[in-house]
């Protein structure tokens, strides 16, 4: 029988809000398992989201810290292109002027109606194989504007009615498409998703009743407001400008400041972040969605807020009771704010919005020990890149997105870096490419992928190191679509940490010679038996080299993580024994205590 009560108790608070993190999960899942791109049903590039009617998050699951804000502002599109919708209805969405990231990242969007009323909104969001650019990737820096750029884009188009799909879109797809079976299928996996949490949200409400439900959502909101209230509070109060600035891109000689104006109230727990300071949008595809934008400083302070020694949860939930703690400032036609229409933003999800996020945990970091992180990783070389070709075995085009490699964390005051972060806007959620089911649906060939050893940012605790990945094409000639960055303003390590080894890449001819290739944005044409080696960036350190403890030290060492001349320079260790057998090392303390007082003095 269903329950009228409308009180929400402390216990129903926790049972209500994990039931609709499983909802969530049962979506991730069901995305994970029937998509058919590499891209999502390998990497996991995707997120799924429940919001309210209203467009107010609810839960997030697993999301990617990138895609997971603007729930609002997908909701308030659907709305405002269609202001009557019906059970039954989807929304295909991936329009970055009115609520999208970036148009490579498709956002299925279902109205679930509870007993004849819109109540919620699930929304399925994934990055595309393809998404009819004008040429092979989804990832165009140097598109001038979005005529450039190629990409189809959606504001909210219906393409379900009475559960039904919309020929009509789904035929424009698949002819614009390069890769129409791959994202059909993709497609589909994002609908199941919808209509699992549509058909798991009324079994929910009907349990529950719709009253208390209704009560549970605006209890969740409220002590997820206190909560983050709550952590603010023990923020140092005050004025912060954080400052850092992007590579020169093509369009960009020079690069890119970027900047944010800090202010935390510790009176009302609530931080204002001011972004309007910011050049005007760009004539690259390097623009900001205002999704991205928000989301980048947002998360960035819940990165602070939730870095709790030992603290094996969020401190602060991610929804909308928290935002409601933050009140980010931008402006139309800046680059980090809300786009004007053409201005591309083919890269809002990487790139700028990858500075983004450590440009507020950098500064907590630099004024207030133990708060913060070191930079994160930059750039996505070779083994984050786009490939594409034909496929003689198959007699048809392929594409794809891979992620052959890792790139290393940033450190906190309380532990070292992320071993497969891979970018800091994803969150280490991203998973790694399965290299056999790359090489079985895609005509190349992996010949190397490892820890980049001595890349790691020293410090008291260390960043994470970076990614040695080689490979190539195996029957046909392939192109490789790839852009670096933080090389010329590579990232820093926080309180006498060290920054890490920055990332590059180079070809490798049939007969092992190598040729750098130095330019920030790349297409490489590979010929069989040539090979890219990518080798990604690893993260910053954290406080002095010479405060770490030598037995870490001795552990990364034996990881070869670092070698023993690097665990001697950078960190004051020394090391004996054989480096080939790690059984036999061990830290000479006496040598390391006369290195490191040597050094300090």
């Known amino acids: 029988m269903a329950s009228t009560a409308t009180e929400v ?35 996991r590039d995707f997120s799924c989201s429940l919001a309210t009617a209203d467009g107010d998050l ?78 092979p990737t989804t990832y165009m820096p140097h598109a001038r504007d979005v005529y450039e750029e190629g990409a189809l884009l959606f504001p909210s188009v219906k393409i379900q009615e009475s559960y039904e799909d919309v020929a009509d879109i789904i035929r424009m797809c698949q002819r614009r ?25 009324n079994e929910f409400c009907s349990r529950y009743g719709r009253e208390k439900v209704v009560a549970f959502l605006e209890a969740w909101f409220d002590y997820s407001e206190i909560r983050c209230q709550e952590a603010i509070r023990e923020l140092p109060a005050g004025h912060i400008e954080a400052r850092s600035h992007l590579d020169p891109f093509p369009g960009l000689p020079d690069g890119l400041p970027l900047m944010a104006d800090i202010d935390v109230d510790n009176t009302t727990g609530t931080v204002t972040i001011d972004l309007r300071g910011n050049a005007d949008c760009l004539p690259v595809g390097l623009n900001l969605s205002e999704a991205t934008a928000v989301n980048g400083v947002i998360a960035g302070t819940l990165y602070v807020v939730n870095s709790q020694r030992e603290s094996r949860t969020p401190r602060v939930e991610f929804n909308a009771g928290s935002f409601r703690c933050f009140d980010v400032k931008i402006r139309e036609n800046c680059c980090v704010g809300i786009p004007r229409f053409p201005r591309s933003c083919s890269m809002a999800t990487t790139t700028i919005s990858e500075r983004l996020f450590p440009l507020v945990f950098y500064a907590f970091a630099e004024l207030v020990e133990g708060w913060g992180a070191a930079e994160p990783c930059y750039g996505h070389p070779p083994c984050f890149g786009v490939v594409s070709g034909y496929d003689p075995r198959k007699g048809g085009d392929y594409i794809a997105q891979l992620f052959n490699g890792t790139a290393g964390g940033p450190a906190t005051a309380e532990s070292d870096g992320w071993l497969s972060l891979v970018a800091i806007n994803c969150n280490g959620l991203l998973y ?38 080689e490979y190539g094409p ?128």
């Open 9 to 43: 108790d402390a216990v129903e608070l926790a049972v209500m809000s994990s039931r609709f993190e499983g909802i969530v999960r049962q979506m991730e899942n069901t995305l994970l398992r029937a998509a058919r791109s590499t891209t999502l049903a390998i990497s």
């Open 58 to 135: 609810i839960a997030v699951g697993e999301g990617l810290p990138v895609h997971v804000y603007g729930a609002s502002l997908l909701n308030q599109a659907m709305l405002e292109a269609h202001p009557v919708v019906q059970e039954g209805d989807a929304f295909l969405h991936n329009d970055p002027y009115t609520g999208g990231t970036h148009a490579a990242d498709y956002s299925l969007i279902v109205p679930v109606f509870i007993d004849g009323e819109h109540m919620f909104t699930a929304i399925a969001k994934g990055h595309q194989a393809d998404i009819g650019n004008s040429i």
């Open 177 to 201: 498409i390069r890769v129409p079976e791959i994202w059909y299928g993709d497609y589909l996996a994002q609908v199941a998703a919808c209509r699992v949490a549509e058909r798991s949200l």
């Open 432 to 469: 790694r490419d399965s290299i056999e089911v790359d090489e079985a649906k895609y005509p190349l060939i992996i010949t190397q992928s490892q820890i980049r050893p001595d890349s790691e940012g020293a410090g008291r605790t260390r960043g994470a190191p970076g990614n040695l990945c």
């Open 474 to 601: 195996l029957l046909d000639e392939m192109r490789v679509h790839y852009q670096m960055e933080g090389i010329v303003h590579p990232a820093r390590g926080v309180r006498g940490g060290d920054g890490p080894t920055v990332c590059s890449a180079a070809v490798v001819g049939p007969a092992g010679g190598v040729t750098e290739r130095p330019e920030a944005v790349a297409a490489v044409d590979l010929q069989p038996g040539e090979r890219i080696l990518s080798r990604s960036a690893g993260g910053g350190g954290y406080g002095s080299p010479l405060e770490r403890d030598p037995d870490l030290v001795l552990t990364d060492v034996r990881e070869r993580y670092v070698t023993l001349g690097r665990a001697r320079d950078a960190y004051g260790v020394v090391i004996t024994g054989d480096p080939d057998r790690f059984e036999t090392l061990e830290v000479d303390r006496a040598a390391t205590s006369e290195l490191r007082a040597g050094r300090l003095g």
